[in-house]
T-cell receptor
Framework: AQSVTQPDIHITVSEGASLELRCNYS??????LFWYVQSPGQGLQLLLK??????LVQGIKGFEAEFKRSQSSFNLRKPSVHWSDAAEYFC??????????????FGGGTRVLVKP | GEEVAQTPKHLVRGEGQKAKLYCAPI?????VFWYQQVLKNEFKFLIS????????ETGMPKERFSAKCLPNSPCSLEIQATKLEDSAVYFC???????????FGSGTRLTVV
């Protein structure tokens, strides 16, 4: 069974500083990988996704993520955080095996707080 | 439209009452998913549809939960005889093909009192 771990429950960062959110997954092969952001009281917005090819993926809002097969990781980064980036971030994996179903497995989320 | 529309936004039910949630997926998206988000942020997969057909229902507590996606109607998730632990935000999502990254609705917050 696949699983996703986001080791950091909370991260506080100063506005303008860089941000890195960690995501590790457990899966028999390379899954589909996603990062979503959830603002308070809102749904999930897709930031970026990795299916294949270049392991450095660019997303919306200035975010990027790097897939590292050897570490089973898909960490999310942003060079300079804005106050509007304060939110909950979720890493998710999806199986490539259609027979296994197409549901996503989510990590527990990382809450990002931005200090002025 | 280009958004997944979920109604209602909030729903309060007494324990034992029925709750019905609705989801209109993005036009042209053939996959619909339901997830339950409980207070500690855990997302639990409930069920997915490919068009009107159940694709994966491994997450559904079948004794009280049911779901449908009928042609020309919003999809629905129904909970018979709600329990306190059903209190959660229920998210619907749709996608054009499996595993391409869903578009999520803004959720329905169900409170069972």
């Amino acid at each position: 069974a696949q699983s996703v771990t986001q080791p950091d429950i909370h991260i506080t960062v100063s506005e303008g500083a860089s941000l890195e959110l960690r995501c590790n997954y457990s899966y028999g092969a390379t899954p589909y990988l996603f990062w979503y952001v959830q603002s308070p009281g809102q749904g999930l917005q897709l930031l970026l996704k990795y299916f294949s090819g270049d392991t450095l993926v660019q997303g919306i809002k200035g975010f990027e993520a790097e897939f590292k097969r050897s570490q089973s990781s898909f960490n999310l980064r942003k060079p300079s955080v804005h106050w509007s980036d304060a939110a909950e971030y979720f890493c998710a994996v999806g199986a490539r095996n259609k027979a296994a179903g197409n549901k996503l497995t989510f990590g527990g989320g990382t809450r990002v707080l931005v200090k002025p | 439209g280009e958004e997944v529309a979920q109604t209602p936004k909030h729903l309060v039910r007494g324990e034992g009452q029925k709750a019905k949630l609705y989801c209109a997926p993005i036009k042209g998206h053939s996959y619909v998913f339901w997830y339950q988000q409980v207070l500690k942020n855990e997302f639990k997969f409930l069920i997915s549809f490919q068009n009107e057909n159940v694709f994966d229902e491994t997450g559904m507590p079948k004794e009280r939960f049911s779901a449908k996606c009928l042609p020309n109607s919003p999809c629905s998730l129904e909970i018979q005889a709600t329990k306190l632990e059903d209190s959660a935000v229920y998210f619907c999502a749709s996608s054009q093909e499996e595993s391409l990254g869903y578009t999520f609705g803004s959720g329905t917050r169900l409170t069972v009192v």
